[in-house]
């Protein structure tokens, strides 16, 4: 099975992490999994908490969190 991992910095993108996080969780790839990780590189906005937001709101299949 193919594995897929999208890395994705979060560093002062409270307008577009939301939708960035949500347009990865909507993929859909039987053919493989797929891991993201989210590297926090200490913004001065309310990235990470609209981060932690969407994960707790997130009730799909989750690994490591």
């Known amino acids: 099975m193919l594995s897929i991992s999208i890395i994705i910095p979060i560093y002062n993108v409270e307008a577009y992490v939301r939708h960035c996080l949500e347009s990865v969780m909507a993929q859909d790839c039987a053919e493989a999994t797929i891991e993201c990780i989210l ?3 200490f913004g001065q906005d309310d990235s ?3 981060v932690h ?3 707790t ?3 799909g299949s989750i690994g490591d969190y």
């Open 39 to 41: 590297v926090d590189d």
């Open 48 to 50: 990470m908490s609209i």
């Open 57 to 59: 709101d997130y009730h």
């Open 53 to 55: 937001t969407v994960l």
